[in-house]
């Protein structure tokens, strides 16, 4: 009799423990369920972008957002599923994109964000969404500066979290030009960049060409772009690590973007009339991982 007890407290025992383990793997499937499947289900996302880019992402005095970094993320959340009444837009400085997809904060980040291997070692990119290039901004005034091997000895200004410094001083593989003597300026973004650059605290700013574009618009006569570019940043949408689901179908939306038109009509929309000739092609796609 007691041995019959026992074995029957043994037997409810693993019962309980198959059972609570079942829960604890649903309750894992619904934490690795994808970006593209909870955009879905809940008809929300959230976006991260820039505040402070001219053209490209930027908060305006109202609280609303506009650029074309902003759009592609509203054409993108409806692809997914998502109205724009579901986005939730969150400011990603250069320095936090990573961590704030691999932390939740964001579900897609669409922020002048450049695919490296270094980055890709962290998250997964969908796109990339446009491919821009490299150039150097200067004072309207300033003729000192006409190529970037003009920049030895002057004062670059280096945005927290960018890259772009490094493309200039440094010798590939994460450097480009190797130019020595470039005494950087330290800025918390390319904002800072270009009110130094307007006050005289750096001689010039060197970034991909939209993002430049974008501050000389917005302050005509202040800056000029010299039309030197000297590398590819791609663009991509950054996707939490491993998500490739997610990322599939960004590639996807992407290429209807730029299929139906879109894509031409927002950078024509942004960039028409900056002296940039805009690609309007799909651009060749990262491998989902």
């Not at 820039?50 to 509203?74: H, I, M, N, S």
């Not at 821009?132 to 927290?160: E, F, S, W, Y």
């Not at 570019?229 to 689901?245: H, L, Q, R, S």
């Amino acid at each position: 009799m007691r041995l019959r007890r026992f074995g029957a407290l043994i037997g409810a025992a693993t019962a309980l423990s198959l059972a609570v383990t079942a829960c604890g793997s649903d309750s894992e499937k619904t934490d690795a369920k994808s970006v593209v499947q909870k955009a879905k289900d809940s008809k929300k996302i959230t976006i991260g972008i820039k505040y402070d880019q001219p053209a490209l992402g930027l908060k305006k005095p109202d609280g609303t957002f506009e650029g074309f970094d902003v759009d592609v993320a509203r054409y993108i959340a409806k692809q997914l599923g998502v109205p724009e009444s579901g986005i939730t837009f969150k400011e990603a400085r250069s320095e936090n994109r990573e961590a704030f997809l691999g932390g939740g904060q964001v579900d897609l980040v669409i922020a002048t964000y450049s695919i490296t291997d270094a980055r890709k070692q962290q998250i997964t990119f969908g796109g990339p969404y446009y491919i821009a290039h490299q150039d150097t901004m200067v004072r309207a005034d300033d003729n000192t500066i006409t190529k970037p091997q003009d920049l030895k000895g002057k004062k670059l200004c280096k945005a927290a979290g960018s890259n772009s410094f490094r493309r200039v001083t440094e010798p590939p593989p994460d450097g480009k030009l190797n130019i020595k003597g470039v005494n950087l300026v330290d800025a918390s973004g390319y904002s800072e960049c270009a009110a130094k650059l307007k006050t005289g605290a750096v001689d010039a700013v060197s970034t991909d060409d939209l993002i430049l574009a974008g501050f000389a618009s917005q302050q005509k006569g202040s800056f000029k772009v010299i039309n030197q570019p000297f590398t590819d940043e791609k663009y991509g949408v950054g996707i939490k690590k491993g998500d490739t689901a997610t990322c599939k179908a960004v590639d996807d939306a992407i290429t209807k973007m730029y299929s139906d038109g879109t894509a031409k009509t927002l950078l024509d929309k942004y960039f028409g009339g900056t002296g940039l000739k805009p690609v309007t092609t799909v651009p060749p796609f990262e491998t989902c991982a």
